[in-house]
């Protein structure tokens, strides 16, 4: 398969995709699962929802019932099985993920997996070696990771500005992410495995490295926290090369969803997230659009993000391969939170720990 660098990210060209529409399975219709099967209906071009599974079977059944055609499958492992699904969604809640993964891989079908890919950084190893098998007998990857920044415009382009090389080698990156509220029972340690695992996949994104330790620090805590946990938390990855990452994690600020990326580099510097496009300033440079507000919430300010992930997944899979993060970006980040977890009880350092690729 053969690439194309373009604003928006890197984009397969269009060769030898089969004639019939991808027949997608989708696990778990919660909030995401649900707006992948609503995705894949009216927004994505080549794939049709066939068959939809969750533990809440009322709620499978309605949303089976907004697709012409879409059966019900209570057993998700027997959605996986079934002949007329070529390709796989996992949206179910993290621990079935694991189960899920090994039998797509075991049947030879695509899938799209939220994160995490596993609950934890040993299973999410499982998953990549049994790739690694599958790969090395018929060449073709089969797991993709539901990071969808990867795919959002803005992310992408920082991306290729940072590769062109014309703001200098980066040296410093400044996150923010923040949500209005969580739910009460959302802990410490989740803003960390559920919240700043995207921070994660941004860093390695886009510094083309990995992270060799993480430091956790516990600043005053808002009113607003849920009662006992930490809130905001600043989180500082530490590259391989020795670039810094900084996060400032704060899940309860009442006020909007915001999330923002800046690069500090030798000869510049580039911010997205301020609803201005990016945003850069250089020796003579500076370039922005005008403000268009805060996004309510992660849906819709990566509306677009998940419509380019999921578009570029189905056209993959009509190959029977993946086009984005793959198990060992999940690993990575599994590994990444084990750590940061470890860092946050702790108050110490603590490195990374991954096993040889």
């Known amino acids: 398969m053969t690439t194309t660098e373009t604003a928006a990210g890197v984009l397969p060209e269009m060769a030898d995709v ?19 099967v609503a995705r894949l209906h009216s927004r994505v071009s080549g794939a049709e929802v ?20 879409c059966r019900v499958i209570a057993d998700p492992m027997a959605a996986i099985a079934d002949p007329e699904v070529d390709a796989v969604v996992i949206a179910t809640p993290g621990q079935f993920h694991e189960a899920q993964a090994l039998a797509c891989i075991e049947r030879g079908i695509p899938v799209l997996c939220e994160k995490p890919l596993t609950m934890d950084a040993d299973s999410s190893l499982a998953v990549v070696r049994a790739e690694d098998e599958f790969a090395a ?50 802990t410490s340690e989740m803003m960390i495995t559920d919240s700043v695992v995207h921070e994660v996949d941004v860093a ?41 990452v900084d996060v ?23 911010m997205i997230g301020l609803d201005l496009g990016i945003v850069r300033q250089g020796a003579g440079t500076r370039g922005a659009i005008r403000s268009t507000g805060i996004a309510p919430d992660f849906r819709e300010r990566f509306a677009r993000a998940y419509d380019i992930e999921v578009q570029r997944w189905v056209d993959a899979a009509r190959r029977g391969t993946i086009d984005g993060p793959g198990a060992w970006d999940g690993y990575a980040a599994s590994a990444v939170g084990t750590a940061g977890v470890e860092a946050l009880r702790s108050g110490r350092r603590t490195e990374v720990r991954l096993a040889p690729r």
């Not at 991808?22 to 649900?34: E, H, I, T, Y």
């Not at 079977?57 to 697709?67: I, L």
């Not at 905001?232 to 020795?242: A, D, H, I, K, N």
């Not at 400032?248 to 580039?270: I, K, L, N, P």
Request: with cysteine; charged share 25%.
């Open 18 to 36: 089969p004639a019939r529409d991808l027949r997608v399975a989708v696990l778990g219709v919660g909030m995401m699962g649900a707006d992948h």
């Open 50 to 69: 066939v068959a939809v599974s969750d533990a809440f079977t009322e709620k499978a059944e309605q949303v089976a019932a907004e697709v012409p055609g």
């Open 137 to 186: 007998r018929t060449g073709r990857r089969l797991v993709q990771v539901g990071f969808m920044r990867r795919f959002d415009p803005e992310y992408a382009q920082l991306r290729l500005l940072i590769a062109s090389g014309d703001i200098g080698e980066p040296l410093v990156v400044h996150c923010v992410h923040r949500n209005a509220a969580v739910p009460p029972h959302f």
């Open 204 to 244: 390695r994104f886009l510094l083309d490295e990995e992270i060799a330790a993480v430091t956790v620090l516990r600043p005053k805590a808002t009113r607003h926290a849920v009662a006992g946990q930490s809130d905001p938390l600043l989180v500082l990855f530490e590259m391989t090369s020795g670039r810094i």
């Open 248 to 270: 400032e994690c704060f899940v309860s600020t009442g006020v909007a969803y915001e999330v923002r990326t800046e690069v500090v580099a030798e000869d510049g510097s580039a």
